[in-house]
């Protein structure tokens, strides 16, 4: 079993839709959460970070953490054409300094 | 604020030439530092990190080779590359010490082996 599992996609939906990514993970002592966007030929860059469980939300972002059920997800609102990218979700694994990434989800908002 | 440096975008190089990337960062001292691969649909595939100018570990067995000149400086190198070599190279880093930090990323290397 893999550590992080992502639904590669492509995921394809409507200017102004909800968006919603998952992940699952396979250990329970994880802590740390973070999702990423990638355009096309550039390096990932941050989009939010939450520790443990619950919500957190930056504008047209919000992150969720479910422990219980070692399921993240990332809902993106009012989606625009300029969020379309591929969506990598991330976990550190404290005791290492390794950061374990999925494979990513690719979005595409039609306009 | 800190920043991160990634040279060259784009490189071609054919089989058996050697290999030099290199990556720095800037406005933060002693960073953790890491090499990925990423291949087409196929995710972020650690290949070093070093949480200390002295250390640097090896995720996986190949003809790649890393190095920590200085603190903020993280070199990634073959002698002879393969075609296999070919992909996405992304450096990254995250703040030091214990503690849970995000991780950063440059803008990578686009490599073509030919």
């Known amino acids: 079993q893999k550590e992080v599992e992502q639904d590669p996609g492509p995921l394809s939906v409507p200017e102004g839709a909800i968006v919603s990514l998952n992940c699952t993970y396979s250990?329970?002592?994880?802590?740390?959460f973070m999702w990423y966007r990638q355009y096309s030929r550039k390096g990932p860059e941050l989009l939010m970070y939450?520790?443990?469980?619950g919500n957190k939300e930056d504008g047209r972002f919000t992150a969720q953490v479910d422990k219980s059920s070692k399921y993240i997800s990332l809902f993106i609102r009012d989606s625009q054409p300029s969020d379309s990218a591929t969506y990598l979700c991330?976990?550190?694994?404290?005791?290492?300094?390794?950061?374990?990434f999925g494979t990513g989800t690719r979005l595409k908002v039609l306009a | 604020s800190q920043t991160i440096h990634q040279w060259p975008a784009t490189l071609v190089q054919p089989v058996g030439s050697p290999l030099s990337l290199e990556c720095t960062v800037e406005?933060?001292?002693?960073?953790?530092l890491y090499w990925y691969r990423q291949a087409a649909g196929r995710g972020l595939q650690l290949l070093f990190y070093?949480?200390?100018?002295?250390?640097i570990s090896s995720e996986v067995p190949q003809n790649l080779s890393a190095s920590r000149p200085q603190d903020r400086q993280f070199i990634l190198s073959s002698k002879k590359l393969l075609l296999s070599d070919s992909g996405f190279y992304l450096c990254?880093?995250?703040?030091?010490?214990?503690?849970?930090?995000?991780?950063?990323f440059g803008d990578g290397t686009r490599l073509s082996i030919l």
């Open positions: 990254a880093w995250s703040t030091p010490g214990t503690g849970y930090q995000p991780q950063h």
């Open positions: 250990n329970s002592a994880f802590q740390y």
């Open positions: 939450t520790y443990s469980s």
């Open positions: 991330a976990i550190l694994d404290a005791g290492t300094y390794k950061y374990i």
């Open positions: 406005g933060t001292s002693n960073p953790n």
């Open positions: 070093s949480i200390g100018i002295d250390q």
